[in-house]
């Protein structure tokens, strides 16, 4: 059954360092997404994709974040300067279309410490 | 806004017991619902959804109706085993996800 990947599975990283998650969605599939669950927390959307620009971010996903599709299969989320507010679990998610009645398939996250 | 309430863990249970975990939704229009449940040091596994109002999602014995009227979608099962124990999200789609704030979910043999 395809899955959705993300690499690595867990970083730790000194604030202020740049940090890039790795994602492989299900090939088919067209719609991308990021969520992130701080510890204890609930899980935040933070980013969608689709065709190459972002369709809709949250509040969270300010300036100190991007994502990029660099090829036909990575998805990727930067931060620029991480803060030691950013650790969390970081999960990437992809869907065939867009809309509440398609699922969404998790990766299985990569958890982010920032010292 | 749009927001899911989710009921507040952990829920601990024997094994055979009888579950429900309720969720309760607010938002405009008429989203789809979802359970997914997270194992531990796992990711999110959709676990089942419903798209319309008195739609029944089912999976695995875990059942949740979409009930429009009282803007609910509670998880139940009527037998849980110790295989269960994980944290159980509600959540709820228009063109992104919104989560409750999951519920850990714990059955000792």
């Known amino acids: 059954e395809p899955e959705v990947t993300q690499t690595p599975s867990h970083q730790v990283t000194q604030m202020g360092q740049e940090v890039i998650l790795r994602c492989v969605p299900i090939?088919?599939?067209?719609?991308f997404y990021w969520y992130r669950q701080i510890l204890g927390q609930k899980v935040e959307f933070l980013v969608s994709?689709?065709?190459?620009?972002?369709?809709?971010k949250s509040e969270i996903f300010d300036d100190q974040f991007s994502v990029e599709r660099p090829d036909g299969s990575n998805f990727t989320l930067k931060i620029r300067s991480t803060k030691l507010e950013d650790s969390a679990m970081y999960f990437c998610?992809?869907?065939?279309?867009?809309?509440?009645?398609?699922?969404?398939?998790f990766g299985p996250g990569t958890r982010l410490l920032v010292l | 806004g749009d927001s899911v309430t989710q009921m507040e863990g952990p829920v601990t249970l024997s094994e055979e017991a009888f579950l429900t975990i309720n969720c309760t939704y607010t938002?405009?229009?008429?989203?789809?619902l979802f359970w997914y449940v997270q194992y531990p040091g796992e990711g999110l596994q959709l676990l089942l959804k419903?798209?319309?109002?008195?739609d029944k999602g089912s999976n695995k014995g875990f059942e949740a109706t979409y009930r429009k009227e009282t803007t609910s979608f509670h998880l139940e099962k009527g037998s849980v085993q110790v295989s269960d124990s994980a944290v159980y999200f509600c959540?709820?789609?228009?063109?992104?996800?919104?989560f409750g704030s999951g519920t850990q979910l714990t059955v000792l043999p």
């Open positions: 998610a992809s869907s065939g279309s867009s809309g509440g009645r398609e699922t969404q398939y």
């Open positions: 090939s088919n599939h067209l719609y």
């Open positions: 994709f689709y065709n190459n620009e972002i369709s809709e």
């Open positions: 938002a405009t229009g008429y989203p789809s």
């Open positions: 419903a798209t319309k109002a008195d």
């Open positions: 959540g709820m789609a228009a063109r992104q996800l919104t």
